[in-house]
C-alpha cells in the first residue's frame, strides 16, 4: 500500500471548497512559478520536497501501480540537477522510496522501504557513490528523515506504538525533540543553525513551532485554524502552509520572514504548499501546477 503516515503528516492535499479567496498581499505574486515536469511521470502525482543552495531539487513521485501487490514498485524518489532528472530508489526488491531533503554536499535523506519491511527504515543516500545508509532511531518501528543541513545533521521525527517524537541525527548519536505534553511530535525542517521547525500534537490540538537547543518557541499563521512549517533556511525563514478555520483540508502557503508571517501562494491557485527554501530564497513545493520552483524576482529575500 502507499505508505501514509509520512505524507499525512508532511502534506496537506489541496482540496477544491467554497472557502474564502487567497488572503490580499499575496508574496507569491513577487516569484517566478516553474512546473516540475520529470519525463515518464505524471504530473499530477510529482511531489517536491527539498531544494539546496546549488538549484538541485529533490521529491518522489506516485506510480500507478498497487502497493498491495507484492514486488510492486509504486513511489519512486528523483532528483532534479544540472544534469536533468535522475530516479532514486532504495535497493528493496518491493515498495517504495519517498526522497525528502538534499544538502549542499549532496546527501540525501528519505525514507523507504517494502510492504513487508519489520522496521522500516529511513536512509541516507550519497549521491557521490551512489551508496545508501540506514537510519534506525532505536526503539521506533518507523523512522522518517525529513531534511538535512550543510554540516550533514539530519532532522526527522520516528514512530513507536502509539507516540511519534522528533529527532536530530549528528554523528551517529539521536537528540530526540519532544514537545511538552504532546503525544506527537513532528519535526520536517532543520536548518544549519540547528533551528528546527515542526508540529506538535496533542489530542486533536496542533502546536507550531521552532525548536533551537532544547527551547520551543509557539508560532501560528494569524487566524489560522492549524499552521504546519515545512521548511527553513539559514536565515531562519520558514516556509509552510495553513489552513483556514473550519476549512481543515484546504492548504495556503506562507512565508515566516523576521517574526511576520507573510501569504505565499501560486497567483490565481487556491491551495498552495511550500515545502522547502534555500539560502536564495527559492522555493519548491505543490500548487495548481503541480509540483513547482519558485524563484524570487527581487533580490532573494521575501518580500514585504
Not at 503528516?9 to 508574496?27: C, H, T
Not at 535522475?86 to 549532496?106: E, H, M
Not at 502557503?253 to 522547502?276: A, E, V, W
Request: glycine share 14%; charged share 10%; proline share 8%.
Amino acid at each position: 500500500m502507499h505508505e501514509p503516515s509520512v505524507l499525512a503528516a508532511a502534506v496537506i492535499l489541496l482540496v477544491a471548497s467554497n472557502a474564502p479567496a487567497q488572503p490580499p498581499a499575496n508574496a507569491g505574486a513577487h516569484y517566478s512559478f516553474e512546473a516540475i515536469d520529470p519525463p515518464d511521470m505524471n504530473p499530477d502525482a510529482v511531489y517536491a520536497f527539498g531544494i539546496n543552495n546549488h538549484g538541485d531539487v529533490v521529491g518522489y513521485y506516485r506510480t500507478p501501480s498497487n502497493c498491495n501487490d507484492p514486488g510492486t514498485v509504486c513511489d519512486v524518489g528523483w532528483l532534479k540537477d544540472g544534469q536533468g532528472y535522475r530516479k532514486i530508489y532504495f535497493p528493496n526488491p518491493a515498495g517504495y522510496t519517498y526522497v525528502t531533503g538534499i544538502n549542499d554536499s549532496g546527501m540525501i535523506v528519505g525514507r523507504c522501504c517494502g510492504t513487508s519491511a519489520a522496521n522500516n527504515p529511513g536512509f541516507a543516500y550519497n549521491l557521490k557513490d551512489g551508496s545508501f545508509e540506514q537510519i534506525l532511531v532505536p526503539g521506533a518501528q518507523a523512522n522518517f528523515p525529513t531534511s538535512v543541513n550543510s554540516f550533514g545533521v539530519i532532522g526527522g521525527f520516528s514512530e513507536a506504538g502509539t507516540s511519534t517524537t522528533g529527532f536530530l541525527l549528528q554523528n551517529g548519536i539521536f537528540t530526540q525533540i519532544a514537545y511538552p505534553g504532546a503525544s506527537r511530535t513532528y519535526v520536517y525542517g532543520v536548518n544549519s543553525g540547528g533551528q528546527a521547525v515542526g508540529v506538535a500534537v496533542t489530542g486533536t490540538a496542533s502546536q507550531a513551532f521552532i525548536y533551537q537547543n532544547g527551547t520551543f518557541q509557539q508560532i501560528g499563521y494569524p487566524g489560522a485554524g492549524g499552521t504546519a512549517p515545512y521548511g527553513i533556511n539559514d536565515e531562519g525563514d520558514i516556509v509552510g502552509a495553513y489552513s483556514p478555520p473550519g476549512f481543515p483540508d484546504l492548504a495556503y502557503g506562507f512565508i515566516y520572514h523576521n517574526g511576520s508571517f507573510l501569504p505565499f501562494d501560486q497567483p490565481n491557485c487556491n491551495g498552495t504548499i511550500p515545502q522547502g527554501i534555500n539560502n536564495h530564497g527559492v522555493i519548491v513545493g505543490k500548487a495548481c501546477i503541480g509540483a513547482f520552483i519558485a524563484t524570487p524576482q527581487t533580490d532573494g529575500k521575501p518580500s514585504r
